[in-house]
């Protein structure tokens, strides 16, 4: 018998639902749950204030679902940190917000440099 395993929670409903779609080119049929719209009287919408996550319902998939969880987790970590600093020629690696390097005090480095 197969039942719904958790593997991934995600920042946001963007988030959960890109994992989602990675699973889904992978084959792994997944549910995204925490991220629903509640219908309340009157017509409006309510938003769950939980974070969302997404599932996975078939034992021999779970495995494999997991692997691309700790990838995906991965790229979204090394992407951050490559938009959030430059690297100086002395070898230093500078936060984003500093134009000079704090150790050999050279400028960022330009498109014409
Ligand atoms: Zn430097």
Redesign the pocket.
Known sequence: MSSLKKIYVAANAVDAHMFKELLEQEGVQSVVRGDDFVPLQGGSLFTMETRPSVWVFDDEHVLRARELADDFRRRATSSDETLASWT???G?TIEEQFTE?W??R?PKPDARD
């Open positions: 100086c020629r002395c230093e390097c150790s050999c050279r």
